[in-house]
């Protein structure tokens, strides 16, 4: 199966849950003897990611990249000012910091994200049509790419497979960029299928867009199992609580804080961590600031994952208090080291894990009271921990990616995948 798709990132640069999926995806991919021709905003190159191969297309050519033999990934770079979790705001900084300090530069970019976006999805079905030999069908994750995924398969004519890892209604509260959710509506109704990342974002995508059952399907996130995990050295004897993730409403930090303080209150000795950056950082040290937690809280801004890693050992307990989670991989990143985890109802992740517990999101007393059971109970934090971590290493990127797979064959019409299984 050959397969042309449209990320927003891939790592070495990632910012949040979609670039780890993306490669996971891919490498299950690969390894099931797919070939992949991923196009990448320019800026999210994949050179340095770890165990792949790639050959990158720097610029468009009047025919397809020369392809090496025995090479199933490639990539093509669009050179594009957009990017994960942006905002019209942040695009119009950016764009008119260019045109002051480099205006031969400007007139490569769209003037406002909109602009960027078609403009984006133009060039996308340029590298369509010319590698139009190469796949059989189209794969486009989030809304950045919805649009090049729709010009692909208007060029080619090829079957489109939109991803939803999260919808504007998730990452807003239900309340957004009206441009955004016309995107997400106009694209899942064009699809030919719809693969979301839970049981939870596909009723969502049911429910707010109407897309009826014999177009959508579930594929969860995953996780591979690591050869061997750090010991890290950890001499601290303070229990240490964790939050990690971008800190938007949609995360639920509020939340976070207002439980910390009761925790707080019955346990002197404890500390909390909160890893990441987000438009509600300021807002939620403020908060700490009035509680008179200072003391008890670090934050780190964003961390890279082997220094995340180090926080997850060395953490009693990590809690995702999420409004709306379409899955959380950062859950399974913590309980693959053996950490309890505390997450909300609404979290897609509780779906695939069941040694977790769960809370209501915004009811902070229950948080609390979770978060002190395990802090104060060590049998059950043993259980979460190490129940949890067995879960953890059963899944794989593979599943996911023969669960893609079997899409992308109803879609083209040959026999089922083969197992999974190595």
């Known amino acids: 199966m050959r397969i042309l798709m449209f990320g927003w990132e891939f790592p070495p640069r990632v910012s949040g849950g979609l670039g780890v999926a993306c490669e996971g995806l891919v490498r299950g991919l690969l390894e099931l003897d797919a070939r992949v021709t991923l196009v990448l905003p320019f800026r999210a190159s994949a050179k340095s990611a770890r165990g792949l191969r790639v050959v990158s297309a720097p610029s468009l050519t009047e025919r397809p990249a020369k392809r090496e033999r025995g090479v199933r990934l490639h990539v093509r770079r669009l050179r594009t000012l957009l990017a994960p979790y942006q905002t019209e705001e942040l695009y119009l900084e950016e764009w008119r910091e260019i045109a002051q300090t480099r205006p031969e530069e400007a007139p490569l970019y769209g003037p406002n994200l909109p602009r960027e976006v078609i403009r984006f999805s133009a060039e996308a079905g340029r ?3 010319r590698e139009r030999a190469g796949f059989d069908v189209i794969h486009a994750h989030d809304w950045l790419t919805y649009l090049a995924g729709i010009e692909a398969r208007r060029v080619t004519g090829k079957p ?3 991803h ?3 919808t504007e209604y998730d990452r807003t509260d239900g309340e957004g960029n009206p441009f955004v959710s016309g995107i997400e509506r106009a694209g899942l109704a064009a699809a030919d299928r719809v693969v979301a990342v839970s049981g939870y974002t596909a009723d969502v995508v049911a429910r707010r867009y109407g897309v009826p059952p014999e177009r959508l399907r579930v594929v969860h996130n995953a996780i591979d199992a690591r050869a061997t995990i750090p010991a890290w050295s950890v001499e601290e004897e303070e229990p240490l609580v964790l939050f990690a993730g971008r800190i938007t409403s949609q995360k639920g930090p509020e939340y976070f804080v ?3 303080a009761r925790v707080a209150a019955e346990m002197p000795s404890v500390k909390f961590a ?3 950056s987000g438009d509600r950082l300021r807002a939620m040290m403020e908060r700490v600031a009035a509680l008179g937690l200072s003391e008890r809280f670090l934050f780190t801004g ?4 082997e220094q995340l890693d180090r926080l997850y050992a060395r953490a009693d307990l990590y809690v995702m208090p999420s409004v709306s989670e379409p899955f959380g991989l950062t859950a399974l990143e ?3 080291h053996g950490t309890p985890v505390i997450v909300s ?13 769960r809370v209501d999101f915004g009811d902070v007393e229950g948080l609390a009271s979770h978060m002190l059971s395990v802090l104060l109970y060590p049998p059950l934090s043993g259980t979460l921990g190490a129940r949890g971590r067995e879960e953890v290493a059963r899944l794989s990127w593979r599943e996911s990616a023969w669960r893609c797979l079997t899409v992308y064959r109803e879609l083209v019409g040959q026999s089922e995948p083969t197992s999974p299984a190595p």
């Open 160 to 162: 489109l497979v939109l």
């Open 258 to 260: 207002e439980a910390a």
């Open 345 to 357: 109802k609404t979290a897609g992740v509780g779906e695939v894990v069941r040694n977790v517990l």
């Open 127 to 129: 590298i369509a049509w």
């Open 334 to 336: 913590a309980l693959q």
């Open 274 to 276: 909160v890893a990441g």
């Open 302 to 305: 964003f961390l890279p994952p």
């Open 164 to 166: 939803v890892h999260a």
